[in-house]
């Protein structure tokens, strides 16, 4: 389980859907009172996956993906970090799709700044 961290538009749909799924099972865990220490060492930032849910969700909806599953979660402590250059390497290096739409992204945006 993992929280990649990364600009949504990076993630393949099964990327996507996979941290969307893997939210909510973290959410889960805590409010089960199962400890997550194990993954506030570069894979999980507790304080801001409600945030993180919110825009996994968007980017579902934007995909035509249905999103029928709301998360209703805050934190009052500032848990965890994920590095989000090292995450986003691990992700291109599992995932040719993912690894697609982040080269697609960069030359995109390149050719809009050469562009005005």
């Known amino acids: 389980m993992r929280m ?8 393949c749909d099964q990327h996507l859907l996979g941290e969307h799924r893997e939210l909510h099972m973290f959410v889960g865990c805590i409010s089960r009172g199962t400890s997550v220490r194990r993954y506030l ?6 304080h801001n996956i409600q945030s993180r849910h919110d825009l996994l ?8 993906i249905n999103h029928k599953s709301p998360l209703s979660f805050s934190s009052n402590k500032v848990e965890g970090f994920v590095n989000k250059l090292k995450s986003l390497q691990e992700l291109v290096n599992r995932c040719e799709e993912c690894k697609r739409r982040v080269y697609t992204f960069v030359q995109e945006r390149g050719h809009s700044h050469e562009n005005g």
């Open 4 to 11: 990649w961290n990364v600009p949504v538009v990076f993630l």
């Open 57 to 64: 969700a968007e980017e579902m909806i934007r995909r035509g």
């Open 41 to 46: 060492d570069g894979l999980l930032e507790v």
